[in-house]
């Protein structure tokens, strides 16, 4: 085959994967469902003309305190001398002219620019909690649903009229509104929603919002949510104990957290989705800004660390995310958010160890049906929002021009970089071309992998798992074990990669795998029984189960062929018998053990010896069914170079792909060629028949 039809037939069969591929992946996926977070109402981004706001010194405008001295003086007992004499000087003009709840001091604000001060104490905003009425009670807008919880899509004017039907404390159309306690530390201020609100405090429009220096938790969905905001900070502030997030913000532009701490949270505890897409169709790695920096904080016991859908143009440096299920994710997965497909974040110097927890056990033992207040987050239970694979650093779940340098990542029980592709029908767009839109251009280069920052060894089981899908990934050379075990490798300059490929979708096993996974819902508690990621071991993996029914039937069809046609042949027999050998170590190849280890492709090799071995002796009975198996034996050669030697470039499938297309026609043949009665071989050209030489004999 020449060069020019070779390319004629590639350009082909990339026309040919999303019309043919695609839609049956749809269908697969779409009868699963998807798996939402919660919903909001349709937004834009801002137009960017806003900035990161400066933290203002000075004397507040407003006060917020409790009134009991005697309580106000053991709270404050502890802290520095020249801190509880500020403390106690704002105790006393807070008395006299202070507001007891901070949502009475917002509701003061008069002017932009505006500072309250929270002092010591416990804020549960008890006037906020009381069960809407009158029109609010009646709200003409949509209903959702997230786990056990209902809620109504509210526009902006709809939380202007009701700002206490979601939220504890409301920050609306506010604009350079700054919010700090003035504790020692941030557990001195504490925001409670009693589980009561879906959000503690809601930043809502409110371009230049600072809040600085308390806590915020309990909530129904989110400690702090800032929502369609043109500069915001996050200084000092702890998130704990919410069905969802920590901190979430969303829409939102110039945005900064910094020395943050957030646990505890059924999602992440940092989520900065649909950031503002300032970088999109920027074709490089170097950007002229950032839409949200993230620096300095600490993430832990949460689902997973830091997440972002959409979280585009994200700086996020310095960082600890640890003893999460997971420490990171952005993702291109969930519909209705802003900004999709996910590109440009940047991720350098954090530390992402030890993420192996696994909060399913509470989905599975019940714990997560009881009531949202009797569940038990204070004493460390997490349910989980969506299907996430615990053990795992970070996750790119179709995303676009993200680079991760410099970063510690370690102590992973599944993997420490985790790259799978997102077809755009998953986030609601339909349209061919856009199918393999994502998981492009991600660079993994120059971290440390499988030791700590002193030094100590703490390796990842794997440091990277990698679906197959996209263009121009590539990884640092010391990234091993890695699964496959053959991977793009990054040039020191950015954009330059070796060995790379160009495929339109995943390994299909792989697939199959996520396809499974992703079945889990906690609103229902359905929690899918053949994924490791919910406790499957041995048999109970859809991979297992999966490589035992294909070893079956080839076991099957392939023996019943060998006895009816060429167990009288040498050459076939020592074939088939290489052949039960592949079977045998692509079933150990499935159990996960094995999967990054040699055992895949020494299977791949002894099964592609047995059928180019079967072929070779079918040729002269069965030469069209003899084609098509030394076919088969071919592309499972090349499938296995592609899995330990060289990913073979051009193609828009992977061989394994290739191999079960081939393998179903083989299948369906090689049981029609079984079910004939054997026939002799034709004698040589040239060679006498046994009756004519008798007979001139």
Known sequence: MN??????????LRKLVPALIVPALAAVLLGAGTALAHEERELEFPDGSGSVPEYREGEPDLLVCKTDPDDFAERIADFPEELRERNLELFDRCLREGYRHLQEAVDAVEEPGTS????????????????????????????????????????????????????????????????????????????????????????????????ANFTAQRTLFNAVY????????????????????????FASDHGLYTDC????????????????????????YDVDR?????????????????????????????????????????????????????????????????????????????????????????????????????????????????????????GHQRTGFYLTSAPAFVRGENALGKQADTSHRNRYAGNVLGKSETGESRPNKLDVWWDGQGKDNCWQSDAAPSNPPVLPECGEQAGVVSGGSHRLVGEPAKMAHQLVCA?????????????????????????????????????????????????????????????????VLEIMGATGSYAHTVVVPLALLLLGLWWLGTGAALRGTHPGFAAVTLLLGGVTLLDAVDKSVLLIPWLPLSPGWLRGL????WVVWAVAVAARRPQAAPEPAGRPAPGRAKADA
């Open 519 to 583: 079945e889990y819902d906690i609103g229902s508690a359905t929690v899918p029984g053949g994924c490791d990621w919910y406790g499957a071991r041995g048999i109970e993996r859809v991979e297992m189960q999966l490589a035992l029914a294909v070893a079956v039937v080839l076991a099957l069809v392939g023996g019943v062929l060998w006895w009816r046609h060429l167990r009288s042949s040498v050459p076939a027999t020592v074939a088939a018998a290489l052949g039960v050998a592949g079977l």
């Open 116 to 211: 309250i001060a929270m002092l010591p104490g416990v804020y549960e905003e008890e006037p906020s909690r009381a069960e809407p009425s009158g029109e609010c009670a009646a709200l003409d807008a949509p209903w959702s649903r997230f786990g056990v919880t209902d809620y109504q899509i509210m526009t902006f004017e709809q939380h202007l009229q009701c700002p206490h039907n979601q939220n504890l404390v409301a920050v609306l159309g506010i604009e350079g509104l700054q919010i700090e306690g003035t504790g020692a530390s941030p557990e001195d201020v504490v925001l409670d929603a009693g589980y009561t609100r879906l959000n503690a405090l809601r930043a809502d429009l409110a371009n230049g919002v600072y809040l």
């Open 261 to 284: 701490e957030a646990y505890g949270n059924g999602d992440s505890g940092i989520y900065p989705g649909s950031a503002s897409d300032i970088n999109a169709g920027v074709d490089s």
């Open 662 to 665: 081939v393998g179903l026609v």
């Open 3 to 12: 060069k020019a039809l070779l390319f004629r037939l590639m350009r082909s």
């Open 290 to 410: 950032y839409a949200i920096e993230i620096t300095g904080c600490r993430s832990h016991h949460n689902m997973v660390g830091y997440s972002g859908t959409a979280g585009n143009s994200v700086w996020v440096h310095g960082n600890e995310f640890h003893h999460n299920q997971a420490g990171a994710s952005m993702d291109s997965v969930f519909p209705d958010h802003p900004g999709l497909p996910q590109n440009h974040a940047l991720f350098e110097n954090n530390l992402i160890h030890t993420n192996n927890q696994n909060y399913y056990r509470y989905v599975k033992d019940g714990t997560c049906a009881l009531p949202v207040a009797d569940r038990g987050y204070e004493d460390g239970v997490v349910c989980p929002a969506v299907s996430m694979p615990p053990g795992t650093g970070i996750i790119t779940a179709g995303g676009n021009w993200n680079l991760f340098r410099d970063n510690h990542v370690y």
């Open 226 to 249: 800032v929502l369609a905001t043109d500069g915001f900070v996050i200084d000092r502030l702890v998130g704990r104990w919410n069905e969802e997030y920590g901190f979430l913000t």
